[in-house]
């Protein structure tokens, strides 16, 4: 069983940055892939950024590529995303998820979801 914190949201101008972290609970968070998604006012959830169990591997959505970066600390059990030249399309709630092995992603459902942190970008 693994449960995931998610915390780092808040409201922030166009072009500006925010880092969002998600702990960890359990000592197998290292056998975990963990991604990172978001969910828009009437819109599906959708995925964001990904990053295998090692942290060697990362994967993004073709609308965050070169301004988000996902990352993890497996000794602090937390994964990160750093979100910089922020827009509004990026508003949405920010949702955590593991997957143990591969990294969870559209095609690779999520084992463990996080409770989700309010992200809102102002034009």
């Known amino acids: 069983q693994v449960q995931l914190v998610d915390s780092g949201g808040g409201l922030v101008q166009a072009g500006g940055s925010l880092r969002l972290s998600c702990a960890a609970s359990?000592?197998?968070?290292?056998?975990?892939?963990m991604g990172w998604f978001r969910q828009a006012p009437g819109k599906e959830r959708q995925f964001v950024a990904g990053i295998s169990w090692g942290g060697s591997s990362t994967f993004y959505a073709d609308s965050v590529k070169g301004r988000f970066t996902i990352s993890r600390d497996n000794a602090k059990n937390t994964v990160y995303l750093q979100m910089n030249s922020l827009k509004p399309e990026d508003t949405g709630v920010y949702y955590c998820a593991a997957r143990r092995g591969t990294f969870p992603s559209t095609s690779s459902h999520p084992d463990y979801w996080g409770q989700g942190t309010q992200v809102t970008v102002s034009s």
């Open positions: 359990g000592r197998t968070f290292s056998s975990y892939g």
